[in-house]
């Protein structure tokens, strides 16, 4: 993988993931065409149960290659996915088929310094944000779901949709941790 240096030696993501919708994750294995949106409270719930282990290995804030972030530049993204998302569904529920701001995810990694950020801090912060989102899909009545938003390039999403294709984001960001670590090795 190549390096840029305006994102911190990360190659932006640029890939369109809405197929995650359709198909199962070829990496982290997320099936969200199977996944209903009752479950994404738990499935959202469950991930940030996770995070915490992986923030507290000594190897957090080390990336595996200079092209990949560390586990925790991937939790304070994580973090910021729940918060961005929770914004995104309150406008979805107050507004009338809302477009939505682009968000430059690797910016805001260089802006915030994510491979600086406390590991226990970040863990609180993104238990905290999991709750809340957690809490609001867990309270969204029957008719909520069918409520329309639109991504900046133009994606179509329904609150349904939206929640499945979030929910992918943590999860494999789980994953992509993981397998830093399993890159480093065993031992610190």
């Known amino acids: 993988m190549a390096s840029d240096s305006t ?9 369109d993931w809405t197929w995650v919708l359709e198909r199962p994750c070829p990496d982290c294995g ?29 190897r957090a804030a080390t990336r595996p290659d200079p092209a990949t972030w560390s586990a925790l530049e991937y939790a304070c993204h994580v973090r910021d996915v ?44 993104l238990a905290a944000a999991a709750e809340v989102i957690a809490d609001h899909f867990e309270s969204l009545p029957a008719e909520a779901w069918a409520r329309p938003g639109r991504r900046s390039d133009g994606a ?18 789980t994953w992509d941790a993981e397998a830093g670590y399993r890159t480093m090795g065993e031992e610190a």
């Open 156 to 173: 179509a999403f329904t609150v349904d949709t939206f929640a499945r294709y979030f929910v992918h984001d943590p999860i494999h960001h």
């Open 7 to 15: 994102t911190g030696g990360i190659v932006p993501d640029d890939k």
């Open 30 to 58: 997320f099936d969200a065409s199977t996944t209903r949106p009752d479950q994404v409270a738990g499935l959202v719930r469950a991930n940030a149960a996770a995070w915490p282990a992986l923030l507290a290995d000594p």
């Open 82 to 125: 729940l918060r961005l998302y929770e914004v995104r569904l309150n406008w979805m529920l107050d507004e009338d088929d809302p477009l939505f701001a682009n968000w430059d995810q690797d910016v805001t990694a260089v802006e915030d310094a994510y491979g600086t950020q406390d590991p226990t801090a970040v863990a609180t912060e």
